[in-house]
């Protein structure tokens, strides 16, 4: 672009904003691309078209500004050579949010043409507007609402979406369908649609990716990441089906957890959706979705789409809230909810800092690790959880060198030498020198300048200051004889600085250990104040008083040893030298403090002492002599003595210590202490002990010491033992351990990291592949990676030349083992012949495959065996042809058998021919024959259902014709074929079920379409279309014949149904061949079920020829449809009787006259079946009247009678049969026939009650009854019974009148409790517990037959109950099965219904939950005492006069009946009882409690499914203190051992808490004394003192001795010999405070260029790490016990120095109304500078807002007047004929 020479060259009117006009001034003219003459105008958000004009008009007054040069970049030295200027500064967003655009422009120095363009792009802002802040282009279109459109305002509003010009502003006037291009382009940043990110940039649409970047064409994943790859989410996609309920109204169907993506949800079905949220702030919602729209759930936003049968839920995510999604109930129906969304994977690796650098200078490492962060909860969990996800993967870990400056240079110092001396203090040097250490860690001496800013390490340190060992005499021997000289000795050792015994002490120096002793006392003058013999425990123990006290850290008195007496014959005197000192516990060392400082009296620093007679010679003493060498002595003895004064502090303050008693010197007149030497010194009393602090010690952790690390390198672990320990006694040396609960500290850690350095590397192998053959030898493989173990734990993997060991093997051979001997078989030759049949072979070969791989030929017994069709098998080709003449060859036959097979009993095998239908039972092994002629047997081939047959575990074809079923299964049944080359025949099989039904068998994928209709059929027009299509009844026609050729498989299935069905079987015969007698096993029911099981109980296969039935089938095609059904029934028992016939007659052919095992039968050729069974039972009762038949019960005979003509007068019938009244009907006679021995006797019953007979109704003499004249009150069941006494058994016959639909019923009410199943007519009541089996039976009659419907609570039962032959059974009840249930019998001629009301009955129990009943007892009486009943029985001890409340928890149905007893009787009548009865009898409550009130109180809880009886004792009594038998003494030696007696609080005999007996007078007590004996030598230790040294290891010391405590208790020291031989020295000397000395270290304070937190304020960091004062580095966790430095501080920056600056408002948009707004400009500018910087830098501050309504007032008539300055210059360029100029300059304009 030329340099703009002059203000404006040439002028061009452009439309703008629809139908206003403006001019655009182009300063000069660029060649190239077309668009590059293209001015870009700076636009603001919000800014009018009236801004545009004044703006606009304002830059061309102002047009002779030049640009700031200043604001263009430097030129690059490659875009010098360009004729292109730098390009400029990026302008301000043209939005501040919601992602706008900033452009550039750049000049052309050339004067001639410039190639590219002028002006780029960039997007900007890009943050998300407040939700106030609205739509952008809807602001665009609502700042035209006060500009007249047509005359007219309008309110407009935006069109999104545009595809054809999507960036111009297109808006709709709000209420009607006018839509206008307002614009021909929409702001720059205004989005192009409403679901992009592209954006309008100069009235051009441009892509904007999910990074925000122009012409980007990144997207977002499914999981919402920009350019992600889909692995931080996870797809969840499923289908709920609902399983509602009346008890159940709603369920959840899935829960979506926060942050999911593209919900999708759709349901089918009449429920409804609904949501439940909770945000992680723990705040709940609910949406019902009732309405179809968007609206926002949770701050989420969700489209719900709404219709008949279908919801569906969309929400793009990511949601706010985990949302439940639930369904509640509308209709009983199903529905199903199908859901799909993209689940965040809330727990993701996240890679931490750099750890501190290995080393602080020369060069060291750093690592990074990885850590598993929670996205909701913003936290580190456990890594468990990131692994939980296969997409984690976890970074590893990064590598870098760091602190790469050589080390300034540093002291460094030889080790030191050897001490010069080995105790007693020496000295010890070394050699210190100033050296530098490059990067390859190599030292090198400098100059010791250059170390002068460190302090210089010492050279001569002290050593072996601990003093040197020293000699150490004991206490001497008491003197060897009790007057005058003697001998006495002591124990002289070599004790060093720790107090142990041990060598180096110098010879010259040691103390004698024997010497002479005198004892002043004259052999010949006994008299003595105390015994001679009691002076020698005396002396020794003053003797022990003189030994120097022990410093402690208290400050105590310390004597000095007693110095030598000033004489050397005679009485002098002895001094020494007593100090007040205190041990320091921290340095291990003794200070001297003032002597005000020490508590309690100072020991004597002077005392008298007696060396002996002056001449040097041991005298003879006399009485006289005696008196005068001691009157010195005998002074002191009568002025001064000693007394005992008290006791000191304890040794310990628990676990038993001892107290010393205080030995005085007093003055015997004035009773004042005294210097203690003026008190004779071998007058002394002895040390006085008595023990103390005898309660155990408090609980304690007791710590090991730590274990060897696990580890040499990488991380280890070291363990210690840390137990909670209590000492109960440290004279008897007794210490528990406790559980650790039992210890108030907090437990010491048992484990710590050790060994935190990197392993070297080394090669870890993988764990071995599986091998690659099973056996012959074969390979298998593992990976071996040379990795390093790193001080996190974590490996690094490293190339191979890093580990510098061998490489571990790789692979490995294994299954050294020989395969087992196997057949390789060949491929099969030709055909043996060109033409017609030939065989086929191959050859074997045995192959055993050998350890080492190879496979070698073995013997071909080594093979399993080879079945013969393995190797040899026939072929078939074209047919041969005899030249010369022609072939005449007769086809394959197979000899078929047309019968028809019905097994009955039980048979493990059974054998057929093909061409006939089996009716078999499952379990039975079937062998199917083919016979053939004229063709080879082992080419024979068979099918089933049309599929070729071949051998298997469960179907063998053999090859000579036969098929083998091996125990047949529901699956065999079809139709199988039989194929020998043409010929073809068939055999059908079909299985009978456990119910006598035929079992239908699985239908292919045509059958199942074609029976789909029947499906949705009712039952009844299943069973008619079934009995249609087997020809049944049907007429004949081709088109149904044609449907039975079709499938011959079902062809007599109905027939054989009805036989399986039939009745009327000659029992007593059957009982002739000793099979089950089915009369023995009859029930009580009146429809007894053997007349069905007869047949089952044939001893023979029912075998039939297939004419027989067919004749049947044609027979019935020819009878009306009315009575087709009866007069099947009536043919089928014919055939029965032909069967029974033919199978007796058979078998006399077969059994000779003595071997027959019944008499013969006289069986007429062709009696009606209605006297078949009669007859026989005459006939056999006749053959065999002459022997004593056996006692049997009654066995009422099952006839059947011809069919009935509605128009007959007279009706003759058997049981069994319904009887249809009509209008001519004058008589009905109904037979009962009866076997059993005794006979029996027959009665008749109508509807359950007994026959009245009477004239019209009568009994005949063979039991028959008969009704003459019949009326409609003669409808019903009649039952006729049968009864001896052995049982009885009962049949009943239907009366209907016209064949109306007849229901047996009963009125009884059935009441069950105990039985596991029952059954019931329709009709009963049924009250039953859950749990029970009930069978509801509905026992119909009608002409034609009624059909059966069921309903529960009037609607109806579906296929998916239990119903059979009109009876419903249902298992298991529960309370859902409780209702009202309806048997309906219906047919042609009416309907009717019963009902029975089944009511589920629960026995009283106790609930689980009873919070209801504390409640319940709560609100009675929230202050009285109360007690729940329970059916063991409970307590409640009350004191007398009290009140208390019983409760009596219970739960059943219907509501128990509580009744309340006392003592078993009702508290109803027992006098003297105040009581009340309260909520329901659920409530007891007793008043004034006495003894006679007191006792068992129980419950008796009743309704009609049980009785429940709950307990409960009320104790009226008082607590007692009892003195109780002694405790365990307290001591087991000494003199302070006592029992106490033990006082307990008891109730009832029970000891009970104490606090029970709290206001009761405790009774005295007084020890008792015990154990008072001697106690065995013990240790004696004092406490530890302090330690050394506070880390780096130190040590603590102990004073042990030997003691001995009397029975007088009185603690004597005794030699250490004594306690060595009962228990071992404890230790006197420990370690202590190993840990090493750490300090927090920190590196200096970083630049301060962190982010800013407010004016001239930033932020600086610095380094903050563990060390030892050595300077070796250490994990942060060594230095947790110290506080941790800080690590970031606020600093002064000039950066920082900035604040908001903002412009003037704009001028208003408008004068007045409700839309004007005006705009300024805001940015963050340098204090200093005044220039505008980044606005992160002031974000520390609120952002002024830069924009706001103004000139909010209504708008009146005003006058014509301009309402801008530029209405001058709209005249000159004549604009005023534009409406919006016109209005805006209204004066001006209004005078042209």
């Excluded at 061409?915 to 079937?926: E, I, Q, R, S």
């Excluded at 062709?1166 to 019960?1193: D, I, Y």
Aim: hydrophobic share 30%; with cysteine; aromatic share 6%.
């Amino acid at each position: 672009m030329a340099p703009l020479a002059a203000p404006w060259h040439s002028a061009l009117l452009v439309r703008i904003f629809g139908s206003t006009w403006c001019l655009l001034f182009v300063a000069g003219q660029v060649f190239g691309d077309q668009n590059d003459g293209l001015v870009f105008l700076r636009e603001f958000p919000l800014v009018r078209r009236e801004d545009f004009y004044e703006d606009f008009l304002s830059d061309l007054m102002n047009s002779d500004k030049t640009e700031d040069p200043s604001s263009r970049t430097t030129r690059s030295e490659e875009d010098r050579d360009s004729p292109w200027d730098a390009w400029g500064s990026w302008s301000e967003c043209s939005r501040t949010c919601g992602g706008g655009a900033s452009y550039s422009l750049r000049r052309c120095l050339g004067s001639k043409s410039c190639e590219g363009r002028n002006i780029r792009y960039r997007t900007c802002s890009n943050v998300d507007c407040p939700p106030e802040a609205g739509d952008f282009r809807a602001q665009q279109c609502s700042a035209h609402n006060d500009v007249k459109h047509h005359g007219q305002f309008y309110e407009w509003l935006p069109v999104s979406n545009d595809h054809d010009n999507p960036c111009s502003l297109k808006c709709q006037a709000k209420g009607t369908a006018l839509i206008v291009e307002l614009a021909p382009k929409v702001l720059d940043g205004t989005r192009c649609y409403t679901e992009s990110l592209d954006m309008c940039i100069s009235g051009i649409c441009q892509m904007v990716g999910c990074d925000h970047q122009l012409g980007s064409n990144a997207k977002e994943d499914n999981c919402g990441v920009c350019s992600g790859d889909g692995s931080t989410c996870r797809l969840v996609r499923g289908q709920y089906k609902s399983q509602l309920s009346a008890p159940k109204l709603d369920d959840t169907v899935v829960a979506i957890p926060y942050g999911s993506r593209h919900v999708l949800l759709i349901l089918r079905g009449p429920d409804h959706l609904y949501l439940e949220t909770k945000t992680l702030q723990g705040t709940k919602g609910e949406n019902s979705l009732s309405s179809t729209g968007a609206f926002l759930v949770g701050n989420s936003s969700a489209d719900f789409q709404k219709s008949l049968d279908k919801e569906t839920l969309k929400m793009a995510g990511p949601l706010t809230a985990d949302f439940i999604v639930k369904i509640r109930n509308s209709e009983p129906i199903n529905s199903t909810v199908q859901f799909i969304f993209y689940q965040p994977i809330i727990h993701r690796w996240r890679e931490t800092d750099f750890f501190p650098c290995s080393a602080t200078c020369g060069g060291g490492y750093q690592l990074t690790s990885a850590e598993c962060y929670d996205l909701r909860s913003n936290r580190v969990v456990a890594d468990q959880y990131c692994n939980y996800y296969p997409e984690n993967i976890k970074p590893k870990p990064k590598l870098q060198e760091c602190n790469l400056d050589p080390c300034p240079a540093r002291w460094e110092a030889t080790p030191w030498t050897a001490c010069s001396s080995s105790c007693g203090g020496g000295i010890q040097s070394r050699t210190v020198s100033c050296v530098e250490e490059d990067i390859q860690g190599h030292m090198t001496s400098v100059e010791e300048w250059k170390c002068m800013y460190r302090p210089k390490t010492p050279i001569v340190q002290p050593c072996n200051i601990f003093d040197c060992p020293k000699w150490l005499a004991q206490e001497w021997s008491p003197c060897t004889v009790t007057c005058g000289q003697g001998l006495r000795y002591r124990v002289v050792l070599c004790i060093d600085h720790r107090g142990m015994h041990t060598g180096g002490c110098s010879p010259k120096t040691k103390p004698h250990i024997k010497e002479e002793c005198i004892i002043p006392t004259p052999c010949y003058k006994p008299k003595e104040k105390l015994p001679v013999e009691a002076r020698g425990p005396w002396y020794k123990q003053a003797q022990e008083l003189e030994e120097g006290a022990a410093v402690s850290e208290e400050p105590s008195f310390i004597p000095e040893a007693w110095s030598a007496c000033t004489v050397t014959c005679g009485v002098g005197t002895q001094v020494r030298i007593v100090k007040c000192q205190v041990l320091l516990s921290f340095s291990q060392s003794v200070a001297d403090l003032p002597v005000d400082e020490c508590e309690g009296p100072k020991p004597a620093s002077q005392r008298a002492c007696y060396a002996g007679p002056c001449n040097g010679e041991v005298p003879e003493f006399h009485p006289g002599e005696t008196d005068d060498l001691l009157g010195g002595l005998q002074d002191f003895d009568e002025l001064y003595d000693w007394e005992y004064e008290g006791f000191t502090k304890c040794s310990e303050s628990c676990g038993g210590g001892v107290q010393e008693a205080v030995v005085s010197c007093l003055n015997k007149q004035t009773r004042e202490p005294a210097d203690e030497n003026l008190c004779v010194t071998s007058r002394r009393p002895p040390k006085l002990l008595k023990a103390c602090s005898l309660d155990p010690c408090p609980s304690r952790w007791e710590i090991g010491k730590w274990s060897p690390c696990s580890l040499t390198c990488g991380v280890g672990l070291q363990t210690r033992d840390v137990f909670c320990s209590q000492v109960r006694s440290r004279e008897m040396n007794e210490t528990v351990i406790l559980a650790d609960d039992l210890c108030r500290q907090h437990k010491p850690s048992t484990v710590q990291a050790c060994n935190r350095f990197n392993c070297p590397p080394a090669w870890y192998p993988a764990q071995w592949q599986p091998c690659s053959r099973t056996c012959g030898g074969g390979v298998q493989k593992r990976e071996v990676l040379c990795k390093q173990l790193m001080a996190d734990g974590s490996f690094l993997e490293l190339p191979e030349t890093f580990c510098s060991t061998s490489k571990l093997a790789s692979q490995q051979a294994c299954k050294k083992d020989d395969c087992p001997s196997e057949w390789l078989l060949s491929d099969w030759s030709e055909c043996s012949t060109s033409c017609g049949e030939g065989t086929q072979t191959r050859s074997a070969i045995c192959r055993k495959v050998l350890k080492t791989g190879v496979s070698a030929i073995v013997n071909s017994s080594l093979c399993p065996p080879l079945p013969f069709s393995s190797s040899i098998r026939p072929c078939m080709l074209a047919a041969c042809a005899r030249p010369g003449r022609p072939s005449t060859k007769h086809n394959p036959h197979i000899t078929a058998a047309r019968k028809i097979y019905i097994q009955t009993p039980r048979q493990r095998k059974l054998h057929f021919v093909v061409g006939g239908f089996a009716y078999l039972l499952p379990k039975t092994a079937v062998v199917l024959r083919c016979p053939t002629r004229r063709y080879r047997k082992p080419l024979i081939t068979w099918e089933k259902d049309g599929q070729h047959l071949i051998s298997s575990a469960h179907v063998t074809v053999a090859p000579f014709g036969f098929l083998k079923i091996h125990r047949l299964k529901p699956s065999d049944a079809g139709i199988y074929t039989c194929s020998a080359g043409p010929a073809r025949e068939q055999f059908v099989i079909k299985l009978i079920g456990g119910n006598q039904k035929l079992v239908a068998r699985p239908v292919s994928l045509r059958s199942e379409e074609e029976a789909l209709p029947v499906r949705k059929a009712n039952p009844k027009e299943v069973l008619q279309t079934h009995k249609h299509q087997n020809g049944i009844f049907s007429n004949g026609s081709k088109a149904e014949k044609r449907g039975l050729a079709a499938d011959p498989g079902s062809h007599y299935d109905d027939l054989v149904s009805r036989l399986l069905e039939q009745g009327g079987w000659p029992g007593e015969l059957l009982a002739s061949w000793e099979v089950q007698d089915s009369t023995e096993r009859n029930t009580s029911s009146e429809e007894d079920q053997n007349a069905e099981q007869a047949l089952m109980h044939l001893p023979f296969t029912i075998v039939t020829e297939q004419r027989r039935l067919d004749d049947i089938l044609r027979n019935l095609s020819q009878q009306p449809e009315e009575l087709r059904d009866v007069y099947s029934k009536h043919l089928v028992a014919q055939l029965a009787q032909e069967i029974f016939r033919s199978h007796v007659e058979h078998q006399d052919t077969l059994l000779k006259p003595s071997e027959q095992r019944i008499p013969p039968v006289a069986i007429p050729p062709r009696k009606p079946v209605s006297s078949f069974t009669s007859l026989l039972r005459t006939s056999a009762g006749e053959a065999g009247g002459g022997s004593r038949r056996p006692h049997r019960k009654p066995t009422i005979l099952r006839k059947i009678s011809a069919a009935q003509q509605l128009s007959a007068s007279e009706v003759v019938t058997h049981l069994g049969q319904t009887v249809a009244l009509a209008s001519g009907t004058l008589s009905v006679l109904l037979h009962c026939e009866a076997v059993g021995n005794p006979r029996p006797t027959i009665s008749w019953a109508r509807n359950g009650e007994e026959v009245q007979f009477s004239d019209r109704i009568l009994l005949q003499p063979d039991d028959s009854l008969q009704i003459l004249a019949p009326v409609e009150a003669d409808v019903g069941f009649y039952t006729c019974n049968a009864t001896n006494a052995l049982g009885y058994d009962s049949v009943s016959i239907a009366v209907t009148l016209a064949g109306k639909p007849l229901v047996k019923t009963s009125r009884m009410t059935v009441i069950n409790t105990k039985e596991p199943a029952i059954t019931v007519d329709i009709g009963s009541t049924i009250k039953t517990v859950q749990g029970v089996n009930v069978t509801i039976n509905c026992q119909v009659a009608g002409v034609p037959e009624a059909e059966v419907t069921w309903f529960k609570n009037k609607s109806k039962l579906g296929s998916s109950h239990h119903l059979h032959e009109g009876s419903l059974l249902l298992p298991d009840v529960s309370s859902s099965d409780q209702g009202l249930y309806s048997c309906r019998a219906a047919n042609v001629h009416g309907e009717l219904t019963e009902n029975t009301q089944l009511l589920i009955l629960d026995p009283p129990q106790v609930p689980t939950q009873l919070e209801d009943i504390r409640a319940l007892l709560s609100a009675t009486g929230p202050n009285l005492p109360s007690v729940l009943m329970s059916p063991l029985g409970t307590q409640l001890v009350l004191d007398p006069g009290k009140s208390a409340l019983l409760g009596c928890p219970i739960k059943g149905h219907p509501t128990p009946n509580i009744t309340w007893f006392h003592g078993g009787r009702s508290v109803a009548a027992i006098t003297g009882l105040t009581h009340h009865i309260l909520a329901a009898g659920q409530i007891l409550q007793v008043a004034n409690l006495n003894g006679e009130s007191q006792g068992e109180f129980s419950c008796l809880a009743q309704n009609e499914a049980g009785v429940l009886v709950q307990k409960a004792s009320l104790v009226v009594q008082d607590y007692w203190w009892s003195v109780d038998r002694l405790a365990t003494c307290s001591a087991s030696c000494g003199n302070r051992g006592i029992q106490q007696p033990r006082l307990r609080c008891l109730l009832n005999s029970t000891e009970v808490n104490p606090s029970h007996c709290a206001g009761k007078v405790r009774p005295a007590v007084h020890p008792v004394p015990c154990n008072r004996r001697d106690c065995p030598s013990r240790w004696m230790v004092t406490s530890w003192s302090a330690c050394t040294r506070s880390c780096g290891g130190g040590i603590q010391t102990r004073r042990v001795t030997c003691q001995k405590l009397k029975a007088s208790g009185i603690s004597t020291p005794v030699s250490n010999d004594m306690c060595t031989q009962l228990a071992k020295r404890p230790v006197d000397t420990q370690a202590c405070n190993q840990q090493l000395c750490v300090e927090w270290a920190f590196s200096s304070w970083g630049q301060c260029n962190g982010p800013c937190i407010g004016p001239r304020l930033a932020v600086q960091h610095r380094q903050v790490f563990c060390q030892t004062l050595d300077g070796v580095a250490l994990p942060s966790e060594q230095c947790s016990a110290l506080p941790r430095p800080v690590s970031t501080q606020n600093c002064w920056s000039e950066a920082c120095s900035v604040h908001w600056r903002v412009s003037l408002w704009t001028l208003c948009t408008a004068t007045c109304g409700n839309y004007g707004f005006q705009s300024r400009r805001v940015e963050c500018v340098h204090a200093r500078t005044n220039k505008a910087v980044p606005e992160h830098l002031c974000s520390w501050g609120p952002r002024p807002a830069n924009w706001q309504r103004c000139n909010i007032t209504p708008c009146e008539n005003m006058e014509c007047r301009d309402t801008t300055r530029y209405c001058e210059k709209v005249k000159q360029l004549k604009l005023c004929q534009l409406s919006q100029f016109k209005s805006r300059c209204c004066g001006t304009c209004g005078k042209v």
